[in-house]
């Protein structure tokens, strides 16, 4: 995953901010949500999100 790969331009969150989030404790898409504003505009990046999110989390809790 390149960290500085931007998932939902809006924005501007990258891959890097939803795995500081998920590191931080966030585990869905509703609290990745609320600590970078991901999917919270158009919506269009959402599926991308929930992807990042869902690697984030595995790699986290391996
Ligand atoms: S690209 Fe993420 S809300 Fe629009």
Redesign the pocket.
């Known amino acids: 995953m390149e960290l500085d790969e931007v ?5 501007g ?1 990258t891959n890097g901010m939803i795995k500081e989030a998920v590191d931080a404790g966030a585990s869905t898409l509703e609290e990745v949500q609320e600590k970078t ?10 599926d ?2 929930q992807n990042v999110i869902e690697q984030c989390v595995t790699e986290r809790d391996k």
Not at 7 to 11: E, F, G, I, P
Request: hydrophobic residues 45%.
């Open positions: 998932v939902c331009s809006c924005l969150v504003g991901a999917g919270t505009v158009c919506g269009a990046c959402l991308d999100v």
